[in-house]
């Protein structure tokens, strides 16, 4: 029953509503209807709602970790996680999950391990380009490296969500350039 084809379904029926419009839209109703299932098949599925949610979250989170795995193996990792830190629809998804894990602890436990992993193998990342560069880690540490990029992510999202863009192209450009630093292009002169 745990893969099933309609337990898929209503997975992603819940992952798009919380998508396109926020976790407030997900209800059994609403999301068989978007499956094109009977409502009753939502709580077959799932006992509760918030089980449903937290099977969207680790659906996500898997995505998310084969995409953070690629960054991780590109020759320029930091400036791939950067990439996707700065994707918007992700990062809009990420929050309405947080949203949703400030009511509800079981999502909200789930949320902290996710972070956790994710934090360590970024982290992990960063040191490694720290160390290339001859970048003492103390005076940069890779964590708050890691927490820096995921926090102005989601200022810029929070902020193009309300209308708001003054200073974000020159944020990213001052971020590229600290990440061109870091990692500079195949070719170009390092300091």
């Not at 449903?52 to 995505?63: G, M, S, T």
């Not at 960063?126 to 990029?149: E, F, S, T, W």
Request: charged fraction near 25%; aromatic fraction near 6%; proline fraction near 3%.
């Amino acid at each position: 029953m745990k893969s099933s084809k309609t337990r898929n379904l209503l997975i992603e029926a819940a992952d798009l509503l919380l998508t396109e419009e926020g976790y407030h839209a997900i209800s059994a109703r609403r999301v068989a209807e978007r499956a094109g299932l009977k409502p009753q098949l939502v709580h077959y599925y799932f006992q509760t709602m918030d089980e449903l949610i937290v099977a969207v979250f680790q659906r996500a989170c898997e995505q998310d970790f084969e995409q953070h795995e690629r960054a991780l193996s590109d020759p320029q990792p930091l400036k791939a996680l950067w990439r996707l830190h700065a994707n918007r629809s992700d990062t809009k998804r990420m929050m309405e999950f947080i949203a949703i894990g400030s009511h509800r602890e079981t999502l909200r436990a789930e949320i902290a391990r996710a972070a956790e992993r994710f934090r360590n193998l970024q982290a992990a990342a960063v040191a490694k380009a720290l160390d290339n560069r001859g970048i003492d880690a103390a005076a940069c540490p890779p964590g708050a490296m890691v927490l820096l990029m995921a926090a102005i992510s989601r200022a810029l999202v929070m902020e193009t969500e309300l209308g708001v863009n003054v200073a974000h192209a020159e944020l990213r450009s001052m971020v590229e350039t600290f990440l061109d630093y870091l990692e500079p292009t195949a070719g170009a002169a390092s300091e």
